[in-house]
DNA sequence: CTGTTAGCGCATTCAT
DNA sequence: ATGAATGCGCTAACAG
């Protein structure tokens, strides 16, 4: 039932040519206050809205916003789409987004078909397989397209452009430290997100507040999560050889994962091992004992992607502004799983 | 860096006309093979990449679905996003996600800018607000517009199109059903979502359940939850009054939210007080103890969903399909939050 | 087998 | 103040 109503319709029905109806809707002062308002009524009467993809092709952008994210079920990546859609519509972007599925090949045929003229520059977070392959050529080559890229969260230095991060390393030292100054003798790490940029910095705080906190004798310990139901069972022959009273977990689900598995034992939490994890979601709030945990700030996080890309898509081209790195400061919210001071 | 290279510029390279190259990039037996291998090799070798925008344009198709969902931190929501987006790529579409939010505005500025030529039809779950306000006016105005639009989980019968759904009657009936046949004497239902097409089914089938099955002065007890902080409240005074041993919960979360309360409060579960959620996701696999929970297979939902909206889309145009509904059955998994028998 | 032409819907430059 | 003409990049009907 009925054709879209365009431009050339309205010309007809106003007897006005189409450039003149095109440039009355624009309000071009050009055009008499009049016929303006003749053809504006006349295009609300039959509902008129202009082809986007029509004027896309026309004005060479699209309005729309690219974004890769490598899996919609964690928590934070839900945040964080939750941000940047807020944020584009409020500045009249819409956003595609395509899931990687933590995939590389997923991540470039995505990139590849939306830099076909479907977006005017992406959003990504970068898959586990990118990170093991150590190839970014298709995100180079991207940008050298004029297609801008904001990276977020999982971000390399081997790409230049916009980023926004989270103080990993720093929340990760911090967490470490709260639970060895709050008496902590044995804490281990547990990371199901080994190969990423945010997995290595939170590795390497953890183990810096190790090095400056705890007693010469503790020792590093890194456990990587590959697949939950194998970790289950390594983790529960794990604990009969060692005793821990200390966990900081690289993200929501590994935390309670892990804690349920110590309770599952017969250990108490927190009297017994207090545990700190990364993300606050929906998860966390609702454990038992619910979850001390560092709020990543995603919904800011992608507000702010998603700002940082938009002004360079609308700055002026001749100032090539340079890339700048902006880094969200976490905050540790204190739940039930912690025994921790101050 | 680079202007993306055209049909025009392979031409102009070739010494071909931009419609031989055009056909012979479309392997189009009219052109010669020797030439069609060139082109190709050209195209290749520059690296060409047809402007999805303006092949939109001229096909009047844009390959793209339009997907509108209330709330994507919801777990449920977000997988069927995920059955929806695996399907679309797999059969050469792209989705363009907004996020009503719940709100009535939200959904109808996101599908009139969608309809603006953006996408080829819609897969939609109609927001909260819109079912208070009964207006399912922008449904019926894009379908007009020959849009063909999906509804999925939240339906009305107000808009005559594709629906995909889950057997929600039944399912709350058979959950109520095994709770009263394995002892409970007192069951509630407790819904975050009472206005919706989905809550009102789960109540029926609740209260059905109650009708056929339990002792003669049992009553309906249905406990709404418009926001958890004052429900927290509310229900603590309420579990007061009242002695409670079953509760059957709308989704996930207010399952979890409530039987976290009841724990609070000293009663075991399942000893004490039997629950059964909907959606199965994250959250009820990792509670303590883990959720006894409805899976309404969001996953499969999505595909089925984005299945039969491009079958629509690719379907001869004057053959008018009837349109169907699709129910989908869930299953009960169990786990250790109720004490259900066989 | 190849090229010319037209047109998708819009914005815009350049006449009038 | 208005309109004609052009072109964004592509496909396709039609001519040769």
Redesign the interface.
Known sequence: ????ITLKKLAHLSNFSISTVSKALADNPEISKGTREKVKKLAELYNY??????R??KQRR?K?IGVIIPN??A?FF??V??GI?KKA?ALGY??????SDESYD?EVK?I???????VDGFIISISKETYIKEDYQHLIATI???LPVVLFDRVTENVLCDKVIINDFESSYDATKKLITSGCKNVIFVSPINHTSVGIERVNGYNKALKDHATSNATSQILIIEEYKEFAQYFNTYLEDHTIDGIVAADE?SA??TM?LI?GKGLRVPEDVSVIGFTDG??SE???PPLTTVDQHGIELGEIATKKLINRLEQDNSIQNEYTTTTIKTTLIKRGSARIED
């Open positions: 039932m009925s054709d879209p809205t202009p082809n986007l993809v029509a896309s092709l699209t729309t919609i079920l928590h839900a945040k789409l939750v859609e519509v819409n956003i595609i987004t395509c899931i997923k995505s590849q078909m939306l830099a076909s003229g479907s050298n397209k004029n689900l309670i994962y349920n309770i929906i998860l609702n454990s038992n």
